[in-house]
């Protein structure tokens, strides 16, 4: 293997293997195992007996391979060799034995299985074999996207590329890039990583601790599909978006695909290296929305149908009604009622799914309601428009309504208060805070207060079933 350091891949393969398993598995199966030597498509290893060689090959050959191959950027395949015990025990000796040791047609056999094996891939370590395009309901909303994610699948590297998707939680960002990643993991030979930013930032900081971070790079920057979720953890952490960009330059050069989820337009991310976000700003950009009500109920149809149960269209309304949040909260309740169902053995009644979800119905939280509808609706109550809420004015018509909007936003969403303050204009998240405290002193000095909140409450569920 050229320019490639393969026992030190190999020890650090170890090392992963070690805390994947746990270290009563890991020693009773990898403690006896010694590299030997390597060439351009192979490493072999040497273990004790045959018996521990097909345990080892049975159980785990694919996550070997697999994490071998993150780890060295190639397409290698590593052999086990029975030595003996006495063999294992001088692999001091392994630099001389692998220049003594000829290749007999037994191995080379051998090494041409494997390498036939390694082309029935199972599914990919790092995504959900759930989430494929087939299982991705397309509505008006995301047609877009999907078609485009579709079309990348097909041609990575090529078509679209670098592709960024952007919305809030649970409407589908993370479903569809591990579509594309498993599609071409299933349909080609390519190598994709799926990776989380934070799990991003984390193998980047274990690799300066451990002085691998030659290692990291070649992991990252020789894939043929990088996938990263959620960049907008990455701001405000200069040493891991500088190590990003040289990735990122490196592979859109080498025409590899690059795919990324983001929570937010890329205009929006904040601390944030101009050069990085000039990156960002190639990127073919896609945005999620909440499925409208007629969009809501196709989805949960689709769904039912592939669950192959029957609901019937009062309670689909019922559903659609109540749950305007995100496809995530839509597909729950659905689940909730189909588990009852599959359990209980009865058939679903509106009674009954009124009953099983009045806590999704009736909480407090409804994880990303639109904060663009909260405000709306705020300043069309206050007589105000929106850009009066998310504007500079501080007269006393406009700042009353503003703290309430940003109030009502803190207890229906989960949004925090960066985020929110990030609606309204740009301010900080110790002005939200200062509002929503400042609606709660009020809240117990005025009772009629608490009325008009719970009504804007209930007249922005209405308007977000709508649209």
Request: include cysteine.
């Amino acid at each position: 293997m050229v320019d490639l350091d393969s026992e030190g891949i190999w020890k650090e393969t170890l090392n992963q293997m070690r805390n994947s398993l746990g270290e009563e598995e890991f020693s009773g199966w990898f403690s006896d195992l010694v590299y030997l030597r390597s060439n351009n498509d192979n490493i072999i290893i040497g273990i004790p007996s045959t018996f521990h060689r097909d345990k080892v090959k049975t159980n785990y050959q694919k996550i070997i391979n697999s994490t071998f191959n993150e780890l060295s950027g190639k397409k290698i395949t590593v052999q086990f060799e029975v030595t003996g015990e006495k063999q294992k025990k001088s692999a001091v000796s392994k630099t001389v034995q692998s220049e003594t040791t000829p290749k007999n047609d037994e191995i080379d056999k051998e090494i041409s299985k494997e390498n036939t094996k390694q082309k029935n891939k199972g599914k990919h370590p790092q995504m959900r074999d759930d989430y494929i395009f087939d299982r991705y309901v397309i509505i008006e909303n995301n047609s877009f996207a999907a078609n485009a994610a579709i079309a990348i699948s097909k041609n990575p590297g090529k078509a679209y590329n670098p592709f960024l998707i952007y919305g809030g939680v649970g409407l589908g960002k993370t479903h569809l890039m591990q579509a594309i990643g498993n599609y071409i993991h299933d349909n080609s030979d390519n190598k994709v990583i799926y990776i989380t930013s934070e799990n991003f930032l984390n193998e980047y900081v274990q690799a300066i601790q451990d002085v691998k971070t030659k290692i990291f790079k070649n992991k990252f920057r020789s894939t043929d599909v990088l996938l990263i979720d959620d960049i907008q953890f990455f701001q405000d952490k200069d040493r891991i978006q500088e190590e990003l960009f040289h990735t990122f330059n490196q592979l859109l050069d080498a025409k590899k695909q690059l795919v990324f989820t983001c929570d937010r337009p890329v205009s929006e991310l904040k601390k944030f290296s101009e050069r990085l976000r000039s990156r960002f700003e190639l990127c073919l950009k896609v945005d999620l929305q909440p499925p409208r009500y007629e969009e809501r109920c196709a989805i949960l149809r689709s769904v039912s149908q592939a669950r192959g149960v029957t609901i019937l269209d009062e309670i689909i309304d019922l559903i659609c009604k109540n749950v305007s949040s995100n496809v995530r909260d839509l597909i729950s309740s659905l689940n909730t009622l189909i588990a009852y169902t599959e359990l209980m053995k009865e058939p679903i009644t509106i009674e009954i799914a009124q009953q099983r979800l009045k806590n999704t119905f009736n909480g407090p939280i409804q994880a990303n309601l639109s904060m663009d509808n909260i405000i709306r609706v705020v300043a069309d109550y206050f007589a105000l428009t929106p850009n009066d809420l998310k504007g500079k004015k501080r007269t006393g018509k406009i700042v009353y309504p503003r703290q309430i909007a940003m109030y009502i936003g803190r207890e229906m969403t989960d949004f925090s208060t960066t985020e929110i303050g990030n609606e309204f204009g740009g301010r900080d998240h110790t002005t939200v805070m200062h509002s929503i405290n400042k609606v709660k002193a009020n809240l117990i000095i005025d009772p009629a207060l608490e009325s008009t909140i719970e009504s804007l409450k209930r007249s922005i569920k209405e308007f977000s079933a709508k649209y």
